[in-house]
């Protein structure tokens, strides 16, 4: 029976220091600020900014909300954007994803200050990762490596799998994992033999988004299964992109969905904010 990686509590630790370095930074005058802007009302972007700030305020980080609606322009939206790269009490920016398909989202993200981009999809940033010389890792995957490093596990010269090639989740991960030394695979929706390849896996990530994607008979005995998935089941319920109760079974090491990877993403946010206000007052 695989162990559980218990996000909540790497997650909680993670938060504990942030808010500890926090409290020294006020001290010294400074407080991290982040600002989140949210266009239109779909409600699963309502309930993650929701969490970001209230994230925030439990670490002491000022936040800022910019709820704008559907109707916003590109125009309004870039201008917003070019006040929070001004404003001195804000060091992060992020722009909750997805934007209304009339806005383009590639602009916005282009239009942030890179050293404001707590997100880490400016590419400048992406091209900071991609060489290795980074500073800011992206929330998700970053939170995947605190989790794999949080149980000890060595990534060097492990067969690594990450299912899923999004600029968000599935790229940088596999970026990350190779920084870690891993020999890295990246399957998506036209690669061939999927499940022989899952198979060759000792570190497993999925990111689908596909309930119960990744069935038994696609793990390694033995290998880490990371599931970023956040799908529904059929009967409305949260699940993963990992069949978990069979999975479990096999692996050495699993995420739960939820309180698995999910905590991390924002406990990450929080960690970038710190290093941006950080760097934005030249506190190294
Ligand atoms: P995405 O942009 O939709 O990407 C999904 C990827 O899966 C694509 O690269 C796609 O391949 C691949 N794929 C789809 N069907 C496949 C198949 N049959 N076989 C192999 N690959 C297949 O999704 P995402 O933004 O990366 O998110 C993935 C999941 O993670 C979602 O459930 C999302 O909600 C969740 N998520 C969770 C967090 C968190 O904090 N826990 C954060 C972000 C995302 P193609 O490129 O070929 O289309």
Redesign the pocket.
Known sequence: MAKLIDGKAVAAEVRAKVALEVEELTRNGVVPGLAVVIVGDDPASRTYVNNKKKACAQAGIYSEEYALPETTSQEELMTLIQKLNLKKDINGILVQSPLPSTLDEEAVVEAINPEKDVDAFHPSNVGRIMIGNFHFLPC?PAGIIELINSEQIDITGKNCVV????N???KPMAMLLLHHNGTVTI?????RN?AEICKNADILVA????PKFVTADMVKPGAVVID????RDMDGKLCG?VDFVNVEKIASWITPVPGG??PM?IAMLLKNTVVAARRQNGIL
């Open positions: 998700t299912i899923g090639r999004s968000i989740v599935g399957c998506h929706s036209k690669t999927l990111a689908v988004g596909k970023v998935g956040m799908d992109d990877v999910g993403t």
